[in-house]
């Protein structure tokens, strides 16, 4: 049957890794977190001009750092930036010297030189290999160059350019986000479709010493033959052919990292267009060493892909490293066919590095993502010459008798698929066992001490659910589509067995629902989860489907989506009347004073920008929550409804715009004003400028000695607490309303310049987090992973799945959202662990406890993931709770 799993599964292609699209925040020039110990220069003309004043949008000293001197065509006078740490560079801005108008110098051209170690520099070019990028044409505007490719670098140095003896002075800052794999280069054969941004050092037979194209953060398409943004054929891949002379069935790449890690896992993104003779690799052996003087490990680790001659569609393959501990890895990929083509390469590492030693402990499953391509763990040991053929002797009678197992169980699958299309008309019954049942909840002690006082609660039920029936998730056959079909099963699916089951997702389950429980349907249909529904978890589902206990119906719920194609909240409809833009009380803002900078994300029916608002403070008048700007333009993020968006969107955008002017809390994003007088019709929020708490905590480590003398971005425990009092002191305000959020989660945590937490709704919209969503039979797409069983299973959206997902935002604050909730379990282990939770046999697996973490704070948000509803805390409980120990 895991056979079976593994050869029906159909696994969608998955985004980067790190993408630079998405990776595009400010490091530091403005703010002042880059340090003026961290800037130095080839020269400058005074201490007013040095590198210390090159800081984009700031006046200090004379204005600008300034080299010494008339600048010469011939001159290479430059700027240096030390990031302390590798990071992926993906924007440049710059400006040039402004001082309070009585400048007059700029750079028109510069070139930008990198380094990795402090001592290897290389020169940037870009994808057409001119290495002058365009710069400023006046003292005081802002131009910004996408680098494409972007860099890989800790050191940077700005070298301005000039084609005539002139004075130049710059300003600027530097945009990305930190590069965590930590890899330094990547070495192979020279491929035969050329990786033509490498900046290592290429000679006939190798690529030594650099990175290319292979961490640029752009995945290849499905069609290796198409690109994102180069025309020429295969140009997003690196690839090989295993007829090339000195390719001997395999293809050796050397990877080396800036210090020793623990490895976990590594993904390759691989083209598998299988009818031109392109596949993903067959097998990989990856071997291991702690330093670059040392021998390579004698056991290597390999691993064989289940390869797949149905889905031509490209995808990561994720190849389990098994903790071991390198600096450098050797990897050998072998041939499955003509043609072998990669686009991306990335690692999951741990800093702290532990001795390991090679393992053959049996792994759950597999530990890739729904994302990627399921594999069997083999862990062999090295072979000498000698002993290989006679290994392969002795092992010609195990592959036949494999083979012929292997041929036996796809007679035996053929067999069930044809029996389960001709008697199966109801469910599509292909139990999966996803889950072993000897996985382990891994719980950590923590070594902190902080006492969580919290309301007592009545005891747990420890009782098991009586249905006997209720035993598995079941998606139903796509030919059950029909409501008129539907209603005329009703009866016979009220009264099987099958009703038991629980229907995610699909329009069956919401008629079920609607006509014999009068709950709101799924995400499906109304996007309200009912405020006084029945308490199923004192029924069975098969004494659901007969309840009559106080409900909302699905009339009394506002189908609201918002224009990102997420739900900002579900409410009762009590809460919004029917309208128009007659009823809409925010003022209605100037279009043209909104200048557009770069789309944010984009949904179904809209999308969110970057704006620059002229004038809006002042227009805002007294009370406004905009800081003083001194006349100049402030950011805001701007949700605007597409021209072709159906006439039930525009409705919602409306109703939307009247829910969020009601809504005032210090810790929820607030509407400014709208533009609704013509199309398109626009809703302008808060704009925050440290951008969401995922990306803020990813890019932090916990406060230490350490930190604090390598100048690294750290938080507290206390600022970790003090974020979780902000986003429960907003929860609580939303529950105080009736309000349910159902998509709370640190990517909806935004975050302004004071470090104030605003909880939003932008995470679905944007690509970066894409992988944090599940999308079902094509259609929905749901935060699985932040979603209580019950929201899971029935479709019940509460105050108490809001508090079940802070539970999970609070795990992702004192991980400082190093990795995914679950991030072990696939997309339909989730949901089949969802299953355990209702079942409640003690085979639900928990999230484990975070170091970082006080005991009675894990105790809290176990409290959060309690089975019954009830037994979950309240969001004031769990603000009285936190409240206390955040110093004031």
């Given at each position: 049957m895991h056979l079976f799993l593994l050869l029906i599964l159909h696994l969608p292609a998955a985004i980067?890794?790190?993408?630079?699209?998405?990776?595009?925040?400010?490091?530091?020039?403005?703010?002042?977190?880059?340090?003026?110990?961290?800037?130095?220069?080839?020269?400058?003309?005074?201490?007013?001009?040095?590198?210390?004043?090159?800081?984009?949008?700031?006046?200090?000293?004379?204005?600008?750092?300034?080299?010494?001197?008339?600048?010469?065509?011939?001159?290479?006078?430059?700027?240096?930036?030390?990031?302390?740490?590798?990071?992926?560079?993906?924007?440049?801005?710059?400006?040039?010297?402004?001082?309070?108008g009585l400048g007059k110098e700029f750079a028109q051209q510069y070139r930008l030189n990198y380094s990795r170690d402090g001592l290897l520099w290389r020169s940037w070019k870009n994808r057409q290999g001119k290495e002058v990028l365009d710069g400023n044409k006046n003292t005081y505007a802002v131009f910004s160059n996408d680098l494409k490719p972007?860099?890989?670098?800790?050191?940077?140095?700005?070298?301005?350019?000039?084609?005539?003896?002139?004075?130049?002075?710059?300003?600027?800052?530097?945009?990305?986000?930190?590069?965590?794999?930590?890899?330094?280069?990547?070495?192979?054969?020279?491929?035969?479709?050329?990786?033509?941004?490498?900046?290592?050092?290429?000679?006939?037979k190798k690529l030594t010493g650099g990175l290319g194209q292979l961490t640029d953060g752009l995945t290849g398409l499905d069609d290796y033959r198409l690109s994102h943004q180069v025309q020429r054929p295969g140009y997003?891949?690196?690839?090989?052919?295993?007829?090339?002379?000195?390719?001997?069935?395999?293809?050796?790449?050397?990877?080396?990292?800036?210090?020793?890690?623990?490895?976990?896992?590594?993904?390759v993104h691989s083209n598998n267009m299988f009818s031109r003779g392109v596949k993903i690799f067959s097998s990989v052996s990856c071997s291991f060493k702690l330093h670059p003087k040392a021998a390579w490990e004698a056991e290597p680790v390999v691993f064989n892909t289940?390869?797949?001659?149905?889905?031509?569609?490209?995808?990561?393959?994720?190849?389990?490293?098994?903790?071991?501990?390198?600096?450098?890895?050797?990897c050998r990929f072998h041939f499955a066919d003509v043609w072998m083509m990669f686009s991306e390469v990335s690692f999951q590492s741990e800093d702290t590095v532990l001795s390991t030693l090679p393992t053959q402990m049996p792994m759950m499953g597999s530990s890739a993502t729904s994302d990627d391509v399921i594999m069997k763990t083999t862990p062999t040991t090295a072979a000498t010459p000698s002993s290989t053929a006679s290994s392969e002797d002795g092992n010609t009678p195990v592959l036949i008798g494999c083979l012929v197992t292997i041929i036996l169980l796809l007679v035996i699958i053929i067999v069930l698929i044809l029996w389960c299309q001709c008697v199966c008309k109801v469910l599509e019954k292909a139990p999966r066992r996803i889950l072993d049942e000897d996985v382990t909840v891994r719980l950590s002690s923590c070594s902190d001490t902080i006492v969580l006082q919290t309301p007592p609660v009545p005891p747990r039920s420890r009782h098991p659910p009586a249905d006997p029936h209720y035993e598995r998730?079941?998606?139903?056959?796509?030919?059950?589509?029909?409501?008129?079909?539907?209603?005329?099963?009703?009866?016979?699916?009220?009264?099987?067995?099958?009703?038991?089951?629980?229907?995610?997702?699909?329009?069956?389950?919401?008629?079920?629902?609607l006509t014999s429980c009068h709950m709101a349907s799924g995400w499906f249909g109304a996007f309200g989860g009912g405020y006084a529904e029945p308490d199923v978890t004192q029924c069975t589902p098969h004494q659901c489907f007969n309840s009559s206990a106080p409900h909302y119906a699905e009339t009394d719920i506002v189908r609201l989506q918002g224009v990102t194609g997420s739900n900002m909240y579900a409410v009762p409809a009590l809460t919004v009347d029917s309208l128009t833009r007659k009823d809409i009380s925010a003022a209605e803002f100037p279009r043209q004073q909104?200048?557009?900078?770069?789309?944010?994300?984009?949904?179904?029916?809209?999308?969110?920008?970057?704006?620059?608002?002229?004038?809006?403070?002042?227009?805002?008048?007294?009370?406004?929550?905009?800081?003083?700007?001194?006349?100049?333009?402030?950011?805001?993020?701007v949700k605007q409804l597409r021209a072709d968006a159906t006439s039930q969107a525009r409705n919602d955008f409306l109703k939307e715009i009247k829910i969020m002017s009601r809504l005032d809390n210090a810790n929820i994003i607030r509407l400014l004003c709208v533009c609704v007088s013509s199309d398109p019709l626009c809703m302008v929020t808060e704009y925050m400028e440290n951008g969401d708490l995922n990306?803020?905590?990813?890019?932090?480590?916990?406060?230490?000695?350490?930190?604090?003398?390598?100048?690294?971005?750290?938080?507290?425990?206390?600022?970790?607490?003090?974020?979780?009092?902000?986003?429960?002191?907003?929860?609580?305000?939303?529950?105080?309303?009736?309000?349910?959020?159902?998509?709370?989660?640190?990517?909806?945590?935004?975050?302004?310049?004071?470090?104030?937490?605003?909880i939003a709704d932008f995470g679905m919209s944007r690509n970066l987090y894409s992988s944090d969503y599940y999308r079902i039979q094509g259609r929905a797409v749901l935060p699985i992973r932040w979603m209580a069983w019950e929201s899971i299973l029935l479709g019940k959206f509460t105050t108490a799945s809001d508090v079940w997902a802070f539970g999970v935002t609070l795990w992702e604050i004192f991980t400082l959202c190093k990795e995914q909730p679950y991030s072990l379990l696939s997309d339909e282990q989730v949901i089949e662990n969802s299953g355990e939770f209702f079942r409640n046999q003690?085979?639900?697996?928990?999230?484990?406890?975070?170091?970082?973490?006080?005991?009675?704070?894990?105790?809290?948000?176990?409290?959060?993931?309690?089975?019954?509803?009830?037994?979950?805390?309240?969001?004031?409980?769990?603000?009285?709770?936190?409240?206390?120990?955040?110093?004031?």
């Open positions: 980067a890794q790190i993408g630079p699209e998405q990776c595009r925040y400010a490091l530091g020039m403005e703010d002042g977190r880059i340090k003026d110990q961290d800037l130095s220069a080839s020269s400058q003309w005074y201490d007013t001009t040095g590198p210390q004043n090159a800081r984009l949008n700031c006046e200090r000293g004379d204005g600008a750092w300034c080299p010494k001197g008339q600048l010469e065509p011939s001159d290479s006078q430059y700027l240096q930036i030390d990031l302390r740490r590798l990071t992926f560079l993906t924007l440049m801005g710059t400006q040039g010297r402004y001082a309070l972007p860099v890989i670098a800790r050191y940077v140095r700005v070298i301005p350019v000039s084609k005539l003896s002139t004075t130049v002075c710059m300003r600027l800052e530097l945009y990305g986000c930190p590069w965590d794999d930590g890899l330094m280069s990547y070495s192979a054969p020279v491929p035969s479709l050329n990786d033509s941004t490498y900046d290592g050092v290429q000679d006939k997003d891949y690196v690839g090989w052919r295993n007829d090339t002379p000195g390719i001997l069935g395999y293809v050796e790449m050397e990877f080396v990292f800036d210090r020793p890690r623990n490895f976990t896992s590594m993904k289940v390869l797949d001659d149905k889905n031509p569609s490209a995808r990561y393959v994720t190849v389990p490293l098994n903790r071991r501990a390198a600096r450098l890895l050797r998730v079941f998606l139903l056959d796509p030919q059950y589509q029909n409501p008129a079909m539907l209603r005329n099963k009703l009866p016979e699916l009220s009264q099987s067995a099958e009703a038991s089951a629980l229907l995610l997702g699909n329009p069956l389950y919401d008629l079920l629902l909104l200048i557009f900078r770069e789309k944010l994300g984009e949904g179904q029916f809209g999308e969110v920008h970057l704006c620059e608002a002229e004038g809006l403070p002042e227009f805002l008048g007294e009370g406004s929550p905009l800081p003083d700007r001194d006349g100049r333009s402030v950011l805001v993020a990306m803020f905590l990813s890019q932090r480590e916990m406060e230490s000695t350490l930190t604090h003398a390598n100048n690294i971005p750290s938080v507290s425990l206390s600022d970790l607490l003090h974020m979780a009092v902000q986003i429960s002191s907003g929860m609580k305000y939303l529950a105080s309303l009736n309000f349910v959020h159902r998509d709370l989660a640190t990517r909806n945590c935004l975050l302004d310049r004071r470090l104030t937490i605003k003690g085979r639900q697996i928990f999230l484990y406890g975070p170091p970082l973490c006080p005991p009675s704070l894990f105790e809290l948000m176990m409290r959060c993931w309690s089975r019954n509803i009830p037994d979950r805390p309240t969001f004031e409980g769990l603000y009285q709770a936190l409240r206390p120990h955040v110093t004031q």
